[in-house]
């Protein structure tokens, strides 16, 4: 079985900071780009970052950009999103998922998708 899981997820104050894990299992994610995507209660799912698997490009959404990293260790099979500089805002729950999107901040671009992990930012 193919599975995504997350993990890393917590509640934070603002400002602060969290590293945010994807563990798959099942099998290798070759030639996959991998994203991260994030959902608040009563709101659509919302695109933040994603990663080539060679790990040489990688795409932010605006509203992360400068303060989240992507990053990946395929020998692990494990993709990462640091958050730094947390705001409320950042508060949702954090979705990886793989695929080989045409387009990188498409949802529905994506095959397998992990349950999620809680991010809370609080003021």
């Known amino acids: 079985q193919v599975q995504l899981v997350e993990s890393g997820g917590r509640l934070v104050q603002a400002g602060g900071s969290l590293r945010l894990s994807c563990a798959a299992s099942g099998r290798t994610f070759s030639n996959h780009v991998m994203g991260w995507f994030r959902q608040a209660p009563g709101k659509e799912r919302e695109f933040v970052a994603a990663?080539?698997?060679?790990?040489?490009?990688?795409y932010y959404a605006d509203s992360v950009k400068g303060r989240f990293t992507i990053s990946r260790d395929n020998a692990k099979n494990t993709v990462y999103l640091q958050t730094n500089s947390l705001k409320p805002e950042d508060t949702a729950t954090y979705y990886c998922a793989a695929g080989r999107p045409s387009t990188w901040s498409y949802p529905s671009e994506y095959d397998y998708w992990g349950q999620g992990t809680q991010v809370t930012v609080s003021s």
């Open positions: 990663i080539s698997w060679s790990g040489g490009y990688t």
